[in-house]
């Protein structure tokens, strides 16, 4: 990948999470993707209820990271990739008192919004930064918690996102995600197409790449569990929502979507980062 093509993915990610943004906070708009859908369907009623409508419908991820992060009273929390915020805001409640909850985001429109559910929410341990998960502005070892909401596969440097979230987290940190994996590379005619890059596919990793990227950057302990396998009906939902000007001329997208059943899929990625935790104990 050459950097021009770096700094274009970087820039559709960052355009189409902005038009979201508005849409989540104006309530109307175009419709959200079936991916989008899935992503807020993946919190109980019961946690939807603690937060500001806004926030629900700025859930753009495929998982619940809060539901696979322990976390603990007085644990620091960071989430790479805050968008509207409902992650950070459920994990504040969670680490109280005595604990803090970061949001980052490279989006002004989704720090605006997260700042507006944060104000609607109450919640007072929590702070939102405007910033990138490949250049994470906060100190070394300052982090007991990373979690994530399907944003690592966005990113076109994964290992700079790895090898930050080494350096933020504390000795024995840990790394708690939701995102989208692969069992197979996809097809170039399906990597190239920029509108699968906004929608969580096409930059997503291979579980083999992903455990290995990660042991390269220095965790420990990597696990990958796959939750939702995307059959036949969730990749036609998909590939409805790409206009046709998306498709590459001469694409079969009914082949493409027959070969590539059961081989996208979002999952629960787990590390930890070497050494004795100094923070709460997590038992």
Not at 129 to 156: K, M, Q, R
Request: glycine share 10%; net charge negative.
């Amino acid at each position: 990948m050459t950097v021009h093509q770096a700094d274009d993915i970087t820039a559709a990610v960052r355009d189409r999470y902005a038009t979201l943004a508005r849409t989540a906070s104006s309530c109307c708009g175009p419709s959200a993707s079936s991916l989008d859908q899935f992503g807020q369907s993946q919190y109980d009623d019961d946690e939807k209820a603690l937060l500001p409508q806004e926030a629900v419908l700025a859930s753009l991820g495929c998982g619940n990271p809060t539901m696979l992060a322990q976390l603990n009273p007085g644990d620091v929390v960071l989430d790479l990739g805050s968008g509207g915020g409902i992650d950070v805001l459920l994990s504040a409640r969670r680490v109280a008192p005595g604990g803090r909850a970061y949001g980052l985001d490279m989006t002004p429109e989704m720090l605006d919004l997260a700042n507006t559910n944060k104000a609607r929410s109450g919640v007072e341990n929590v702070e939102f930064l405007l910033g990138t998960i490949e250049h994470i502005p906060l100190p070394d070892d300052s982090i007991d918690v990373i979690i994530s909401n399907c944003v690592v596969n966005l990113s076109a440097d994964k290992d700079a996102v790895f090898r930050e979230a080494m350096r933020v987290l504390k000795p024995g940190g840990r790394f708690a995600i939701s995102d989208m994996v692969l069992s197979r590379e996809l097809s170039p005619d399906l990597t190239g197409i920029m509108a699968l890059w906004t929608g969580c596919i096409a930059g997503a990793l291979t579980q083999d790449d992903c455990t290995a990227r990660m042991q390269a950057a220095g965790f420990h302990d990597v696990t990958i569990e796959p939750t939702t396998i995307f059959g036949r009906s969730e990749l036609e939902g998909l590939a409805a929502d790409l206009r046709p000007e998306d498709i590459p001329e001469g694409l079969d997208v009914d082949q493409a979507i027959g070969e590539f059943d059961g081989v996208i899929r979002s999952a629960f990625i787990r590390a930890v980062k070497p050494g004795t935790p100094t923070g709460p104990v997590t038992e």
